[in-house]
Nanobody, 133 residues
Framework: QVQLAESGGGLVQPGGPLELSCTAS???????????IGWFRRVPGREREGVSC??????????YYADFAEGRFTISRDSAKNIVTLQIHSAKPEDTGIYYC?????????????????????WGQGTPVTVSS
């Protein structure tokens, strides 16, 4: 099973940008290009929610976003670095929470219910994001 690790969280001012990274970790590194990777978050008082997901297809990557993330978040792959990044372009206080990336072996495509996280068996420890002035 793939092992994942998130990084890049921290304190950001409202309206500011932030970039989170999801990398493969563990003794056996895998190519994240072979996996659908989802970004999720757990914000105070709410259940875990899907933010974005990126699939791998023969024609390249396909991306999916939750409604709240559309236009304000960007998910992308850097194959050379073997990472998947989530950019927050204009952070809001309600974006404060713990951000996780998830993946699943032999699953290169984000399912139609990717936002539930049910299909992802591998998760990182999370990286905290605080949006505050």
């Amino acid at each position: 099973q793939v092992q994942l690790a998130e990084s890049g969280g921290g304190l950001v001012q409202p309206g500011g940008p932030l970039e989170l990274s999801c990398t493969a970790s563990g003794a056996t590194l895998v190519a994240l290009d072979d996996y659908a990777i989802g970004w999720f978050r757990r914000v105070p008082g709410r259940e875990r929610e899907g933010v974005s997901c990126i699939s791998t297809t023969r024609r390249g990557s396909l991306t999916y976003y939750a409604d709240f993330a559309e236009g304000r978040f960007t998910i992308s792959r850097d194959s050379a670095k073997n990472i998947v990044t989530l950019q927050i372009h204009s952070a809001k206080p309600e974006d404060t929470g713990i951000y996780y990336c998830g993946g699943e072996a032999y699953m290169p495509i984000c399912g139609s219910d990717w936002y539930t996280g049910r299909d992802f068996g591998a998760w990182g420890q999370g990286t905290p994001v605080t949006v505050s002035s």
